[in-house]
């Protein structure tokens, strides 16, 4: 599509958490590079109160709205020029394929989409339109992730030879996937899907490869009902709002005490029946949150890799071992959440329950026969994502020179995250290793 303006429109399909990063960045530090003109939801609830979001925080207009059935009328009428997906997971590739097919590019919330066959329809509808799609990997651009790419292009530890990496999740953020739509497998693909893609996609960009064998364990052994009564729970609820035995459950989400909670998700259930308030330990939990893997990439590096979605405190730890040395990766988001924690990691905050970290990120080199040496890292800009959120906005809607560091990801990138655990999550069904590079061969791309 070519218009007069050379600013990009776009249309924002799924108005839930994810969207007001970007309808933010259309609405005011980016709105000389792109406008907002149109907004696609299953619940025209959720998208009244999106648009009184956009005029009373942000002072933009409000745009047309538009249900799913009308989403093609909708591109034409708004000439859009690019479709913004940050709906349901497993919805990513209806989005992304109807805006193909109705000549427009598409950006896509992490991951690109949840199994092989819907990865496939994907790389299809690229190859047979010739669009383009854009995958949203904001750790890539936090200044502390790239300086360790920096470290590892230098060749200071040689060849990398291994990755151990462990992911923690606290009783806030970990648990929240269990409260809402992700807890069903079905939607996500479970945390080795929705939340490991970003991990994954990191270490295929820090290595430069792409995975080649998975195997995997995983299980769900804190949250869920099973494993709550093993522990002597004996209080049970479904929901959490207005449910006097939530009152005495740490874990639980009370809608109807944060606005912005209850105008997007609690006033609307009448209309999707969508419950953003579920127990974690209720029945119906079909994810895990306790998973093992082990990679072997092309490079012919392997990896080690842990998530836990229970811990009392949030970060992560990642070694890589390489010919000439050692690089240790340390660091800690979130230090504790206290019992009476309210708060929703990365999407709303309800409270000033989460302490964040006063440990520094560290980058801790090991040369062979030397001294550790400590790399200093840029901690200044506390942003989303490490500082990563501002970066990749920048780059999606302004575009950017040259990058040495390649942190712009497209279908391909996309493709190889999920591969890792679309693969993780078929060795943990089937119990045997999963060649990634049949699945890849089957997706395409």
Not at 82 to 96: A, E, K, L, N, Q
Not at 100 to 117: H, L, R, V
Not at 300 to 326: C, D, K, Q, V
């Amino acid at each position: 599509m070519s218009h007069m303006s050379t600013r990009k429109r776009y249309a924002v399909v799924g108005t839930g958490g994810r969207s007001k990063m970007y309808l933010k960045a259309l609405a005011t530090s980016h709105a000389a590079h792109g406008e907002l003109v149109a907004l696609c939801d299953l619940n025209s609830v959720r998208l009244d109160y999106a648009n009184e979001e956009l005029e009373k925080e942000f002072g933009y207009h409000p745009v047309p709205a538009y249900l799913p059935r009308d989403f093609e009328t909708m591109i034409s009428r708004e000439r859009v020029d690019t479709v913004i997906v940050t709906s349901i997971d497993r919805t990513h590739h209806t989005y992304i394929i109807r805006a193909m097919n109705a000549g427009c590019d598409a950006i896509t919330e992490k991951p690109m989409t949840i199994d092989a066959d819907k990865c496939a329809a994907i790389n299809e509808a690229i190859c047979r339109t010739g669009r383009r799609l854009t995958v949203t990997f904001n750790y890539r651009y936090a200044p502390r992730n790239a300086r360790v790419k920096e470290v590892l292009m230098s060749g200071v530890i040689g060849d990398i030879k291994s990755v151990h990496f462990e992911w923690l999740l606290d009783t806030s953020h970990g648990a929240d996937y269990f409260r809402r739509w992700h807890r069903d497998k079905r939607n996500s693909g479970g945390l080795m899907v929705h939340k490991a893609t970003h991990h994954f996609d990191l270490v295929n960009w820090w290595l430069d490869s792409s995975p080649k064998d998975v195997y995997a364990f995983g299980d769900l052994v804190f949250y869920g009902r099973e494993n709550a009564e093993e522990r002597g729970v004996t209080e049970f609820y479904d929901r959490s709002t207005g449910n006097p035995t939530a009152q005495r459950d740490p874990f639980a989400l009370h809608m109807n005490v944060n606005e912005k909670l209850r105008r997007t998700y609690l006033e609307a259930e009448s209309e999707d029946g969508y419950r953003r308030d579920q127990s974690v330990f209720s029945d119906g939990i079909s994810i895990e949150d306790d998973m093992s893997v082990l990679v072997r990439y092309n490079s012919g590096a392997t990896m080690s890799y842990h998530l836990t979605a229970y811990s009392p405190w949030e970060g992560f730890r990642i070694a890589f071992n390489g010919t000439r040395g050692r690089l240790e990766y340390n660091v800690t988001e979130v230090s504790y959440i206290s019992t009476s924690a309210s708060d929703i990691h990365g999407e709303y905050s309800l409270g000033s329950e989460k302490h964040d970290a006063d440990v520094p990120a560290e980058l801790i080199l090991h040369r062979h026969w030397q001294a550790p040496e400590h790399i200093k890292l840029d901690e200044s800009d506390e942003s989303g994502h490490g500082g990563g959120d501002i970066r990749l906005l920048a780059d999606v809607f302004v575009g950017s020179d040259d990058d040495p560091l390649g942190r712009a990801a497209d279908h391909r990138s996309g493709t190889d995250s999920i591969l890792t655990g679309i693969a993780a999550n078929l060795s943990m069904a089937e119990g045997r290793k999963i060649d990634v590079n049949d699945l890849r061969t089957r997706v395409g791309g």
